[in-house]
């Protein structure tokens, strides 16, 4: 069985500011973990994934995530928000078949 | 050219009756999948397909059928429908069956039952 946790559906913060969006995993087998976005009204789009190799992850537009299995967690950052991060951000894991469970999502708000 | 495309994009619709979602990718992925995201944004997988052969059957209600006539397709016949199916439905495909494929998703069908 696998789960995600991600901790707080809403974060905010000042255009410039560090992105934290935290998530924990929970898997009986080794993880495949992914973050994904999605803009309103729209599809998911993947941000990164993890698949074993390095533990710090780097994706699209500047976000990357570090893997600690000590924590379970993978959790996404950015080192300065932009006005157009401004979106709800999801974590997953995927099983041994490619089946994602998806997190409950965070809304990330940025601020002028 | 969108590489995971669905249609409609809405359906607003009575109870009881049936519809259908139309899903199609252009990738050349062997497999693809139906995601439900309900009214608080939580996404949970339906099914799979890999290559017209089903993969994964989630505890889904069996009025909802998924046909994959070749596996750049992927539909989605919802029978007798109810109240709780109003959801944004997903489709989504990746190049293969395996936990670190990234899936690619289409742009949801926003099904309303009135």
């Known amino acids: 069985a696998q789960s995600v946790t991600q901790l707080g559906s809403h974060v905010s913060v000042s255009e410039g500011a560090l992105v934290l969006l935290r998530c924990n995993y929970s898997?009986?087998?080794?993880?495949?973990l992914f973050w994904y976005v999605q803009y309103p009204n729209q599809g998911l789009q993947l941000l990164l994934k993890y698949t074993s190799a390095a533990t710090l992850v780097k994706g699209i537009n500047g976000f990357e995530a570090e893997f600690k299995k000590s924590e379970t967690s993978f959790h996404l950052t950015k080192p300065s928000a932009h006005m157009s991060d401004a979106a709800e951000y999801f974590c997953a894991v995927s099983d041994p078949w490619g089946k994602l469970t998806f997190g409950q999502g965070t809304i990330l708000t940025v601020h002028p | 050219d969108t590489a995971v495309s669905q249609t409609p994009k809405y359906l607003v619709t009575q109870m009881g009756n049936d519809k259908s979602i139309k899903c199609e990718q252009n990738?050349?992925?062997?497999?693809m999948y139906w995601y439900k995201q309900d009214s608080k944004k939580f996404l949970k997988i339906m099914f799979s397909y890999n290559n017209k052969e089903l993969i994964i059957n989630e505890t889904v209600p069996n009025r909802f059928s998924p046909k994959s006539p070749d596996k750049a397709h992927l539909n989605l016949h919802i029978n007798s429908l109810e109240l709780g199916d109003s959801a944004v439905y997903f489709c989504?495909?990746?190049?293969?069956?395996?936990?670190?494929?990234?899936?690619?998703f289409g742009q949801g069908t926003r099904l309303t039952v009135v």
């Open positions: 990738l050349g992925h062997d497999t």
């Open positions: 989504a495909s990746s190049l293969a069956q395996g936990g670190g494929t990234e899936a690619f």
């Open positions: 898997s009986s087998v080794p993880p495949y």
